[in-house]
């Protein structure tokens, strides 16, 4: 049985993802790998009717706060000469965009030039950085967002999936662990979509 400790991070805020790595060093002596999975509701109108206050409060989630992981994340294997692998979530949103998203899609777009960017930089002090691109993942956020579209749940699953349901968690997580995993030692700057079809 695994040993996990819980805290609560806002990863927008430089000083709260700076404690995260310290305070995870501190509990187990070293970091291997890491996960970042961040994001709130996507954006739900057309670009000429954007909230721009929302839109900087997405992005700071959404793209900032990957690339405020990965500084120190990347600190930390660096301090310890740790061959490590770093795993980030943009979404299959990037492909095929979803309409009215253009914060949620911009930011999750630059996630994942972002990642290929650290993985040029790292591949050569042994640190992999890639990312998996889920779509449609049957937790609390979509639920909401969906109701907030006044969609109906059922039908959207098919307009997401070919296999016409949403994904669930423990699915998606079986990539990320493999891209956590020595199993994938030859793999970096990868964008997997796990996207039933979707893409």
């Known amino acids: ?8 991070v806002d990863v927008s805020d430089e000083a709260s993802v700076e ?16 996960i970042n999975n961040a994001a709130i509701t996507p954006d739900d109108k057309p670009l000429t009717e954007t909230d721009f206050e ?10 900032k706060g990957v690339a405020l992981s990965l500084k120190y994340e990347l600190r930390q294997f660096e301090k310890e000469g740790n061959v490590g692998s ?28 972002l990642t290929k960017n650290a ?5 050569p002090k042994g640190i992999r ?11 609390p956020m979509l639920r909401g967002a969906i109701e907030q579209c006044g969609l109906e749940p059922d039908s959207y699953a098919k307009q997401l ?9 423990e699915e998606v997580a079986q990539t990320y662990l493999w891209l956590a995993s020595d199993g994938s030692s030859y793999v970096t700057g990868a964008v997997i979509n796990v996207d039933g079809g979707y893409t």
């Not at 995870?24 to 070293?30: A, C, E």
């Open 1 to 8: 049985m695994g040993d996990a400790i819980f805290g609560q």
């Open 19 to 34: 404690h995260m790595v310290k305070a995870t060093v501190d509990h187990y002596g070293t970091l291997d790998i890491a």
């Open 54 to 63: 929302y839109w900087d409060k997405l992005m700071a989630v959404d793209l």
């Open 86 to 113: 770093i795993v980030n979530t943009p979404s299959a949103s990037e492909v095929r965009p979803q309409p009215a998203n253009s914060a949620y899609v911009a930011a999750k777009y630059s996630v994942i030039g």
């Open 119 to 123: 993985a040029m930089d790292y591949l």
């Open 129 to 139: 950085i890639n990312t998996v691109a889920p779509v449609a993942i049957d937790t």
């Open 161 to 169: 999936s070919m296999l016409g349901r949403f994904a669930q968690a």
